[in-house]
């Protein structure tokens, strides 16, 4: 019982840590909001700083936040004023509607993976009245690179090199995520802020480089949270479950799809307590804390992307939404 209560005030207080962490780091960043907004956009400028407000020749106005330009970090495009029936946004390949007629969304989200090459890219935005373009404006974003950490670790050598049995189940498995990722709500499900899925130790090993049993094999997608087994897990933000099964790799893995291309997956459960399908609010308990799949103790991985691109948890917690 002693113990309970000794763990409960730990996890309590390295909660407020981090929330305190969380503000300091906001604080500045709320600073620079205003000394960043009045910077005026013309074509090919390259944006210096965290709140960018685009301003188009069509009368549109949009703003442009993100925590840092770097691999693994999110970007959030807002239409703050609307003039055009629909705005085409092309960034990395991809091509974004923003469309006058219905009122959500308001905001597109763009994710930054954290293998993409640094360098300039190109964020281009046309404006169109019925069918008719209006205007068409390129924006350069400077990506700037970012440092890593690696780590070796020793697995269960079924994990480096998977016995054939399992080749095919692994393959099935990845081809699913695969479409799980590619089908995204253009409604936003997600409402007000993101919630830590569980208290706990967590280590700042997002895009950490791995190398089992000597051999460099993956990155580190996600973040980990130290958990005892049979801990209760969080939604981190509402949405719905597209995924709650037994994998290979993750083990016992949910996945919640929030709306516009982001997904947060949790992994290594030993229980999953909501099925494919099932809505969820910010805060529920969807499993318990486990080890599950390729785990060398219990722990939660916690991971989120914008579609394909694997995108650090953390800058959730910094940007408004
Ligand atoms: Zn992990």
New binding site residues.
């Given amino acids: 019982m002693r113990q309970k209560m000794l763990e409960k005030e730990i996890s309590a207080s390295e909660e407020n840590v981090l929330g305190r962490t969380v503000y300091q780091k906001l604080a500045p960043l709320l600073i620079f909001v205003f000394s960043a907004v009045s910077i005026f956009l013309v074509n090919g400028l390259v944006f210096p700083a965290e709140v960018k407000t685009i301003s188009l020749e069509s009368g549109d106005v949009l703003e442009l936040r993100y925590r840092e330009l770097k691999p693994g970090e999110p970007l959030v495009l807002v239409w703050k004023e609307k003039k055009s029936d629909f705005l085409e946004v092309k960034f990395l390949e991809e091509k974004h509607l923003f469309n006058n007629s219905q009122p959500q969304p308001e905001f597109l989200l763009l994710g930054l993976d954290l293998a993409l090459k640094p360098g300039l890219k190109t964020l281009e935005i046309s404006a169109y009245k019925k069918k008719n373009l209006v205007s068409k404006s390129e924006f350069q974003l400077e990506i700037k690179p970012r440092d890593f950490p690696k780590k070796e670790l020793t697995v269960d050598q079924k994990y480096v090199t998977p016995p054939k049995q399992v080749q095919e189940r692994i393959k099935r498995e990845a081809e699913l995520l695969a479409v799980i990722y590619s089908l995204s709500t253009p409604e936003w499900l997600a409402a007000g802020s993101f919630v830590f899925p569980c208290e706990g130790k967590m280590f700042p ?1 997002f895009g950490q480089q791995r190398i089992y049993n000597r051999v460099p094999r993956s990155v ?1 997608a ?3 949270i130290a958990v005892p087994t049979g801990h209760p897990i969080k939604a981190t933000n509402s949405g719905r479950v597209v995924l709650a099964s037994d994998l290979y790799f993750s083990g016992k893995t949910v996945i919640i799809d929030h709306g516009l291309g982001l997904f947060s997956t949790y ?1 290594h459960l030993s229980r999953i307590l909501v099925k494919r399908g099932d809505r969820v609010r910010t805060g529920q308990v969807i499993g318990k804390a486990g080890s599950t799949g390729l785990s060398t103790g219990p ?1 939660l ?1 916690w991971a989120i992307k914008i579609k394909e691109a694997r995108i650090d948890p953390l800058s959730l917690f910094e940007l408004e939404f």
């Fill in positions: 090993n580190h996600g973040i980990d992994c722990h991985h």
